[in-house]
């Protein structure tokens, strides 16, 4: 009966010296800095290195853009300002015109 269990017991063990070898095989290839785990985050940095540097990028476009816009923002309430007083004045001097023939028509008229 010992020699069954000590049997037993001795393949047990190979198995997990087995096992033991093999973890420890994949655990080396995620370590390795080329193609396990190492090089995705090796790339992954990277890759957000890049990522900051084109936000970075993109912040200084959009705040050249902002400027612009503000710009051509205040020359358009400026012109429309403009264009306000244009309509008022024509408004008035059409006003002073239709007067004028009003006033002219009755005078035909009656000659």
Known sequence: MELISDGLLLAGTTAAAFYCYILARRVRGLTD???GLGGAITALS???DDMKS???VAKQATGASAKELIAMTARA???AGRLEL???TLHENTGAVDATDNEIKPRMEGR
Request: glycine share 0%; proline share 0%; charged share 25%.
């Open 33 to 35: 800095l080329d193609a």
């Open 77 to 79: 309430e400026i012109a």
């Open 54 to 56: 084109s936000v970075d």
């Open 46 to 48: 990277r890759q957000v």
């Open 86 to 88: 244009l309509l008022a």
